[in-house]
């Protein structure tokens, strides 16, 4: 690596880290669209490498789940509208929810029919496909160990990260953690610190590809139209 290089990918680490910080600052209201692309099987392999709990192997066939979310946020008061429009193949033993509404610290969840959530027990969280780490991603800018930086091409102005996992990714952002990773690959956006794609690769084969698309930034929601509680249909529960 050239010095002119070295010198240039450093600038964009220092530049990517400082807009994951300041992220939060830079926006109060988002909309778009999340995608999940996940490859079961090379997941797996990953768990099994972590554990030793087979030998390695590298030709594993490919096992491609996907979740499409369309998404509304606002910040204060925190509110979030999760809205399924696609999935497929996934081998996930629960069905994934078609509708998810987080209301400050309380949740709800729609899945067919039938509605859950932690009214009883507000520090019982629910997941939302990585969705809070990509919109708010403050605590990867310190605990990554960053490897190289260029800017993205194509799309919204970006900058692309390379990165290595460290001890303080468990800690900080255990939502981030893909077991026996290689390396993780960022697309920071230079207008809102927001992360456009975050890739882990086992090897140099994708395990876990999220990507935001379609983002409109600080819209006007009605509360209760937006983020209204999703009621259980009569007759079920």
């Known amino acids: ?86 999935s497929a193949a996934t081998k996930s033993p629960e069905p994934q929810p078609d509708l998810i509404i987080c209301r400050d610290q309380t949740w709800w969840a729609r899945t067919g029919s039938q509605v859950k959530t932690n009214g009883a027990s507000v520090m019982r969280r629910i997941g939302l496909f990585g969705l809070d780490l990509m ?30 996992a460290s001890e303080m990714t468990w800690q900080h952002a255990p939502e981030l953690v893909v077991l026996s990773v290689s390396r993780y690959e960022l697309e920071v956006d230079t207008e809102l610190g927001v992360l456009l794609a975050n890739r882990a690769y086992i090897d140099d084969r994708i395990a876990r590809d999220i990507t935001l698309h379609d983002i409109r930034v600080n819209p006007s929601f009605d509360d209760e139209a937006e983020f209204g509680i999703p009621v259980q249909p009569e007759g079920h529960g």
């Open 135 to 164: 919109i708010c991603p403050q605590p990867l800018a310190d605990t990554l160990y960053y490897l190289d930086a260029r800017e993205a091409a194509g799309g919204r102005a970006a900058i692309l990260v390379s990165a290595g």
């Open 1 to 86: 690596m050239t010095d002119e290089h070295q010198r240039s990918s450093e600038e964009f680490i220092t530049a990517a880290r400082r807009l994951m910080r300041e992220s939060a600052a830079s926006w109060s209201s988002l909309t778009g669209r999340l995608e999940v692309r996940e490859d079961e099987a090379w997941l797996d392999e990953g768990r099994k490498r972590y554990n030793a709990a087979a030998a390695m192997e590298t030709s594993t066939p490919p096992e491609i789940s996907v979740a499409v979310y369309s998404f509304s946020i606002k910040k204060n008061p925190w509110r979030v509208r999760m809205q399924r429009v696609h």
